[in-house]
């Protein structure tokens, strides 16, 4: 019996020695296998101790877990019941991308921040560390619902994963941010385009919670709304300020119901750049006057240049009216630049009626010389200015106004013979006679007009400018 003992006794040690050999030869060859692939990756060192804290191994419960997300029903808001949860928000603008005048709307791309409590998501933790996490578990738990009022479009950026990031603090506080691009309505006021000031908001507002369940509020106060440095081709901004307010919704129906909404406002006011249009539409309109006044200095007789000139003039203030209001929504109400460019197309197309009615008086008073024999007959006109383009008066013999010239060597205030004494008739020249003496002196309305025209030009440039400047 004990040589069977001990045979039993030895015959064990021997099979334990051999077990426990073969687990440390395989022990060793997943040491030496982890450290072929160490190798590999890490360029010949072993980073045992990064090995060892890689919290993705080492947590034994999983984050929906250590959060007790499957113990709650996160359809509903923190504190169901109870008082209304504060959120706050705070913005970062980053870029205004685009400012369409047509469409009366303006994109902007934003950070927008989420800040509430939720005691539910509070977890344990000896470090008091926060922990961050993706789109994924967003859609696992309530956040709160805010949309942009008056939004035209908006899109949350994927590029190259969705730009959304939720941070977890262990007493319950949550951040949660999305990086957004929206398009939205912004109710602009022409009437002094394009020396005018527009005045556009982004409104934030919570969708399906009224005041009495969920408190929206900035942050931080007017520090809650943080831009970068915002260049635009047309517009200056001047500044960017927060505000808040209420809004109301009511129902119809037989039963009537009120409710408030928190509603925040990111408003700012756009300052637009003059020059461009300085550039493309008052210098070119300014030009195309002064060019109509060139047919002022244009013999009168010159019937090709002048037409010309007064057609070509008009043409171009059309085209220019055209394609400002091409770019221009179309308002029922007078613009600025609407007056400058009327008024002056206006200049424009008296300088060609000046013309019309010079040339008309012209051709009566020379028809007028013929019937009365002062113009022979064999004078032929087109063939006067057929060599430089102008009539020469001097080719006429004209003789002076015996009247006129009675008229200017006596004196006016004698009295007229035959007329008794004491007595003064002043005698006045009919209508007839008027218009005689302008069709006899239709030359004199091209003097005028190189003085009057200008001048009326420039009042009109100092009144518009100083009242909308």
Not at 366 to 385: C, D, H, L, V, Y
């Amino acid at each position: 019996m004990k040589v069977d003992l001990l045979t039993c006794l030895t015959a064990a040690s021997l099979v334990a020695m051999a077990t426990g050999g073969g687990g440390s030869g395989r022990r060793r060859h997943k040491e030496v296998f982890l450290g072929e692939k160490s190798k590999f990756k890490f360029g010949g060192r072993i980073d045992y101790k990064l090995k060892r804290q890689d919290s993705t191994k080492t947590l034994l419960i999983k984050s929906e877990q250590l959060l007790r997300i499957e113990e709650h029903d996160f359809a509903m808001r923190p504190g169901f019941g109870g008082a209304a949860i504060p959120v706050g928000i705070d913005v970062q603008v980053e870029s205004i991308d685009s400012i369409s005048e047509v469409n009366m709307d303006f994109t902007m791309t934003l950070y927008l921040r989420h800040y509430w409590r939720d005691e539910r998501l509070a977890f344990p933790s000896r470090t008091n560390r926060s922990r961050t996490f993706d789109s994924r578990l967003v859609k696992k738990i309530w956040v709160p619902d805010v949309f942009f009022v008056h939004s035209k479009g908006s899109f949350i950026h994927d590029t190259t994963t969705e730009n959304i990031m939720l941070r977890v603090y262990p007493d319950g506080n949550i951040l949660y941010s999305v990086r957004v691009t929206v398009t939205s309505l912004c109710s602009m006021d022409f009437s002094s385009f394009p020396l005018d000031t527009q005045n556009c908001s982004l409104e934030l507002e919570s969708y399906a919670y009224n005041e009495n369940d969920l408190m929206l509020y900035w942050k931080s106060g007017n520090d809650s709304l943080r831009t970068d440095e915002i260049v635009l081709s047309q517009f200056f901004i001047e500044h960017f300020q927060a505000s808040s307010g209420l809004a109301f919704y009511s129902s119809t129906g037989v039963c009537v119901f009120v409710w408030w909404y928190n509603r925040l406002f990111i408003n700012f006011i756009l300052q637009r750049h003059i020059f461009f249009f300085m550039l493309q539409t008052y210098f070119p309109t300014m030009l195309m006057v002064v060019l109509s006044w060139v047919s002022f200095w244009i013999d009168r007789r010159a019937v090709p240049a002048r037409v010309s000139l007064g057609i070509t003039t008009v043409l171009t203030m059309s085209t220019i009216i055209t394609g400002v209001s091409s770019s221009m929504p179309q308002v029922s109400y007078v613009k600025a630049v609407d007056i400058y460019l009327w008024t002056s197309f206006l200049f424009v197309f008296l300088s060609v009626i000046e013309y019309a009615a010079v040339n008309y008086c012209t051709t009566l008073e020379e028809m007028r010389k013929m019937k009365r024999g002062k113009i022979p007959s064999t004078f032929n006109a087109s063939q006067a200015m057929a060599f430089d383009g102008c009539f020469h008066d001097n080719d006429v013999e004209l003789t002076p106004f015996s009247r006129t010239r009675q008229a200017l060597t006596s004196d006016p205030l004698a009295a007229p013979p035959g007329a008794p004494e004491g007595t003064r008739l002043r005698r006045q020249r009919s209508v007839r006679q008027n218009v005689d003496l302008f069709v006899s002196n239709s030359y004199l309305v091209d003097s005028y007009s190189r003085v009057a025209f200008p001048l009326s030009y420039l009042l009109f440039n100092t009144i518009y400018w100083s009242l909308y400047t």
